[in-house]
């Protein structure tokens, strides 16, 4: 099979690289220049010019063909701005799932079979089982809930060739093969923000937009903010309340229009059903109008047990114990064990006392 390998200058997509040439396959390699402000050498963002150096090396040490492609102006507008507008309609996005979605499987792949290649290999740790998404056996690094936007045709042309191996076993054989990102730490923060100051990030984007911050109990105002977009459901930290003292406070609520952040008790944060939009099913057709289920509400969450009701637009899910801090923007995915069902884009809840609203 003729592949091609996006290799990011990490550990993990320079072995899924070796492992699919030791298959047999017709080999390519291609790092993607997403981010040309990521920042320099040493940066915690992507594309940075280390990264595309250890890519390169990947390549050579394995003996493939290697390339660089431009996808800048595509990411800025599929991701990155995708997530400004996000926040500032009062939701959380999960950029790494619109890259896999937009970037990794569209335009990569579209490119890719267009360029004459069957699959792209990605160092993504999940499994393909006949087609069918499942979890990584090494479950504390298991990515299948940000690969759960893919449809059946996407899958079809994805390898992932990490999925039967944990994190250790993957940089041990790093290694042994002479790849020198055996070592090399794994990127925990939002990609195109080298700094990790998300709340800078934005203010840079959106401006300042003044707003109160309301206790949901009182009613009173009890802190003022510069921008609700720097804000998420379940946050406790870096609120900037007037009056910190009391028990702790969360946010529970993000009105965008007004700039109103709510914030109260933790028990208010809890919810009994989630409200899905835009489903896709990565095991093929919709599971029936209603299924038993595992949810998961975010990228390293819990799965919980629910029940799902599936129309051809939306789902609704009713968890069998209270979730909290569910966030509008982030996905629910549906499993049935270890094997995704398919995901959905969360619009919004029901909190556990009753009552609709969007987190």
């Avoid at 915690?44 to 003996?63: K, S």
Wanted: proline share 6%.
């Amino acid at each position: 099979m003729k592949v091609l390998a996006a290799v990011s200058g990490g550990v993990d997509s320079a072995v899924a690289l070796a492992r699919a040439v030791d298959a047999g396959h017709d080999v390519t390699a291609v790092h993607l220049a997403l981010a040309r402000s990521a920042g320099g050498v040493g940066s915690r963002g992507c594309c940075t010019p280390e990264d595309a150096r250890d890519a390169r090396r990947a390549a050579d040490v394995v003996g493939v063909p290697f390339y660089v492609w431009d996808l800048a102006e595509r990411f800025a507008a599929d991701v990155v701005d995708d997530f400004v507008a996000e926040y500032a309609a009062g939701r959380t996005p999960n950029p790494c799932l619109r890259c896999n979605e937009k970037i990794k499987f569209a335009a990569v792949l579209d490119r890719a079979i267009a360029l004459g290649f069957d699959a792209v290999v990605t160092g993504h740790h999940a499994r393909l089982s006949g087609g069918v998404l499942r979890r990584s056996v090494d479950l504390a690094k298991d990515q299948s809930y940000v690969l759960a936007v893919l449809t059946r045709d996407q899958l079809a042309h994805a390898v992932f060739p990490l999925g039967d191996s944990t994190k250790d076993q993957v940089r041990a054989e790093a290694a042994a093969r002479g790849l020198a990102v055996a070592d090399k730490p794994d990127s925990h923060d939002i990609c195109f923000i080298a700094d990790g100051d998300t709340r800078g990030f934005l203010r840079s984007r959106l401006g300042d937009r003044p707003g109160p911050l309301v206790d949901a109990l009182t009613g009173a105002e009890v802190g003022r903010h510069e921008g609700a977009y720097g804000f998420t459901v379940g946050q406790r930290r870096g609120l900037g309340l007037a009056r910190p003292g009391g028990p702790p406070r969360y946010v529970l609520s993000i009105e965008p229009v007004s700039g109103t952040v709510t914030v109260g008790p933790g028990e208010l944060l809890d919810v009994v059903e989630v409200h899905g939009d835009a489903p896709v099913w990565s095991a093929g057709a919709a599971p029936g109008e209603t299924l038993d289920c595992l949810a998961q509400l975010r990228a390293h969450g819990t799965p919980l047990p629910a029940a799902a009701t599936v129309t051809p637009d939306s789902v609704v899910v009713r968890l069998h114990r209270p979730a909290r801090g569910v966030a509008a923007g982030q996905a629910v995915v549906l499993y049935a064990g270890d094997t995704v069902l398919g995901s959905a884009t969360i619009s919004g809840v029901v909190p556990a006392e009753g009552g609709s609203t969007a987190p």
